[in-house]
């Protein structure tokens, strides 16, 4: 899996691509673990056709972390496969999902400074 970090606004976007596995979740885990104090965070999925439970337990941790941040963590650009999986999942009650990264980024509440 390929995982790509950037600042777009304020907001971390977290990209990735490929299989997001529970060979490939350490990558996820190591970058959250490197920015404890995150508060706001885009996970782009345009680019992972397969999620498994370890996948979705670490994206629910990173949501956890945010939260209690005072953040949030919004997907955006779920493929059908992995849509479905949230959906069956019952995880997109959870998440705040959106159709691209623009109304994901919308979509924050401004940061009190």
């Not at 953040?71 to 691209?100: M, W, Y």
Request: glycine share 8%; hydrophobic share 45%.
């Amino acid at each position: 899996m390929e995982l790509n970090h950037r600042v777009a606004d304020g907001v971390s976007v977290l990209e990735l691509r490929g299989r997001f596995d529970a060979y490939e979740v350490p990558a996820v885990v190591k970058w959250f673990d490197a920015n404890p104090d995150i508060i706001n965070v885009i996970v782009n999925l345009s680019g992972v056709g397969f999620i498994d439970s370890s996948g979705l337990s670490t994206l629910v941790k990173g949501l956890k972390r945010c939260r209690q941040n005072g953040g949030e963590l919004h997907l955006c650009n779920l493929q059908q496969p992995v849509l479905i999986i949230f959906e069956l999942t019952r995880l997109d009650k959870a998440f705040s999902i959106f159709a691209d990264e623009a109304a994901a980024r919308a979509a924050f509440k401004p940061v009190k400074e």
